[in-house]
């Protein structure tokens, strides 16, 4: 792989290059900022960092108490932590209290494989997305990630945002990064098929879609890196016309942005759909490449989805 | 105020805090009667909250952490001119009512969300981090329940106050004795109170909360106390007033009848004749 930077990287590196003038940016870890990425920023701005030990609840609670105060809190923990021990903090003092505050789910998805499911967040857009005035992001590479927190440094609502643990392909370049807040990225058209993803599952859809274009068969590839708001306007209009869509997540199959594809989709353009996601049970032990092979998540994987779907 | 003016205030308010029940159809009263002194003379004698300042950076924070009892809250807002009683009164608890159960920072007046148990503390630790932070030398106050006390992140934040030395925050655990289920020490003991939140790094003084001028005293004391947060544990009488409420967990959210009305609205009148 090329890309060595995670996206956890980038997302310190934007928050730095901010910090630098913006003096209301604080940064909070429960003992992560080493797993964040986050070092470089505690000791570059000590004063805007804050660190509250293991100790979950606290951190979101913190935050959410730095934010009454004019703060913009970006609140860093794994995915697996974050989303559910202090679920409680993000629905009372971050959503229902609209304070300022970003959550920041380091390591998401299945990114600490051989750990087992203690360490795995695979209900996190489910459990975030349920919550009214939370918004739930999932960029897909490096500079899709800067773009993303230079959007969200320029607002004052709640928001969790997952990126992954490992440097991931790049999907775009340091010259070409098409962003728009809240809408999704259209990667190619094709009229028949269309193949939704966010994350870590977007540079697959992108390889499956030049791979299926090389048998004939034209995918149209969106990166839905906002899964709340889904961006339903493009969706609905690149479902239009083709004969069913594809969805791939790191996550499991409920509540997730297969379950957001498709009720939009039954609500408004009803399609054969067939959602590639993880397994509704304890992921199978294993790197993520094992994993994501193993449950069909890869290229491969989707290009035999599509053509069960449409052919 | 002079303590005499804020004793016969309390029992004025203690009587809109039963009216806004009874309009309402439902409240938690024992727990309102308990917190009613250390919420009257805070905000009439130590923040610097007014309507005029609700937006002001350097005002004081408070975050009523036992938000349950938002009606003796709603009452005190009221006085102090944030809410206008009449319609508190008017729509507590209807349908579409601002005024819901539990504080909701849409009011004028109040800072944060609360109503499960157990968020006020560490909030304001937020706040006063902030604070601290911005050298800016406003104080932060939260008021919570003893039964309260039982959940874990109260000594998340207790033990984050400690550690970053927050001796602008101030904390007060409204010691009533009582929960829904029974005595808080029977149900999940909390002794000795003041050496645990004294392990934690806090400064820890001890009044009698039925007591408005102890409240008065140990509340200025705090302002004084430097390095340590502070904790008030404040002793008070769950169903403070009427002999028919007082130390009775079943009057946690009991809502009285007609003929319990009649007798606690008697009781407060002669209380505050008595001062």
């Known amino acids: 792989m090329a890309n060595k930077i995670p996206n956890r990287q980038a997302i310190c590196e934007t928050l730095m290059q901010a910090a630098q003038t913006d003096k209301d940016i604080f940064v909070l870890c429960s003992d992560s900022r080493g797993s964040a990425s986050l070092t470089p920023f505690a000791n570059a701005f000590p004063e805007q960092f804050v660190e509250v030990g293991i100790a979950e609840q606290n951190l979101v609670s913190i935050a959410a108490g730095l934010a009454a105060c004019g703060k913009k809190a970006y609140a860093a923990s794994p995915a697996c932590f974050v989303s559910t021990r202090s679920y409680e903090q993000a629905k009372i003092d971050v959503a229902y209290s609209n304070t300022n505050v970003k959550l920041i789910g380091i390591s998401g998805g299945i990114s600490y494989g051989a750990l087992g499911m203690s360490h795995h967040s695979a209900q996190d857009f489910a459990a975030m997305a349920a919550i009214p005035n939370m918004r739930v992001y999932c960029p897909s590479d490096r500079f899709q990630t800067r773009k993303l927190i230079e959007a969200l440094l320029q607002d004052q609502k709640p928001a969790y945002i997952r990126v992954g643990r490992n440097p991931v392909e790049d999907v775009y370049s340091e010259e070409d990064t098409p962003f728009e807040m809240d809408r999704a990225t259209v990667l190619s058209e094709g009229q028949d098929v269309l193949i939704v993803a966010c994350g870590e599952m977007v540079h697959p859809a992108k390889e499956a879609a030049a791979n299926l274009k090389a048998q004939g068969i034209q995918a149209c590839v969106l990166d839905m890196y906002c899964i709340k708001p889904l961006d339903t306007q493009t969706l609905l209009e690149k479902a239009k016309g083709v004969k069913g869509v594809v969805v791939i997540e790191e996550h499991a199959p409920s509540g997730g942005l297969g379950a957001a594809v498709a009720q939009c989709l039954v609500e408004n353009e009803p399609k054969k759909c067939r959602l590639l996601s993880l397994p509704d049970a304890p992921v199978i032990t294993g790197t993520s490449k094992e994993v994501f092979d193993y449950y069909g998540l890869s290229a491969a994987g989707i290009e035999k989805a599509v053509k069960e779907l449409i052919l | ?275």
Not at chain 2, 87 to 115: C, Q, T, W
Request: aromatic share 8%; proline share 3%; with cysteine.
């Open chain 2, 1 to 275: 105020m002079d303590i005499k003016e804020l004793e016969r205030k309390s029992w004025d308010l203690r009587q809109d805090v039963l009216d806004i029940i009874m309009a309402g159809g439902g409240g938690h009263i024992g727990g309102d009667m308990s917190l009613m002194n250390a919420l009257l003379v805070l905000y009439k004698n130590h923040l610097n909250i007014t309507p005029e300042t609700v937006e002001d950076p350097n005002r004081d924070r408070f975050v009523l952490s036992k938000g349950h009892s938002v009606e003796t809250y709603y009452a005190i807002l009221a006085d102090c001119g944030f809410l206008d009683l009449e319609d508190v009164k008017a729509r507590f608890s209807k349908f579409g009512s601002p005024y819901i159960g539990h504080p909701n920072n849409k009011l004028p007046g109040i800072e944060m969300n609360s109503g499960s148990l157990g968020h006020g503390l560490p909030v304001c630790v937020g706040m006063a981090l902030a604070g601290k932070r911005d050298g800016k030398d406003y104080r932060v106050y939260t008021i919570m329940g003893d039964g309260e006390i039982a959940e874990g992140s109260v000594w998340e934040g207790a033990m984050a106050a400690g550690h970053f030395k927050l001796d602008n925050l101030c904390a007060v655990v409204d010691r009533n004795g009582l929960q829904i289920s029974g005595s808080t020490e029977d149900v999940m003991h909390h002794e000795p109170l003041a050496d645990r939140f004294a392990s934690f790094g806090w400064h820890v003084l001890e009044v009698n909360g039925d007591k408005i001028e102890e409240l008065d005293q140990a509340f200025a004391k705090a302002k004084t106390l430097k390095g340590k947060p502070t904790v008030i544990i404040s002793h008070t009488t769950k169903g403070y007033g009427s002999s028919i409420m007082e130390n009775k967990a079943g009057w946690h959210h009991h809502l009285p009848n007609a003929e319990e009305y009649e007798i606690i609205k008697a009781d407060f009148a002669a209380r505050k004749a008595g001062v």
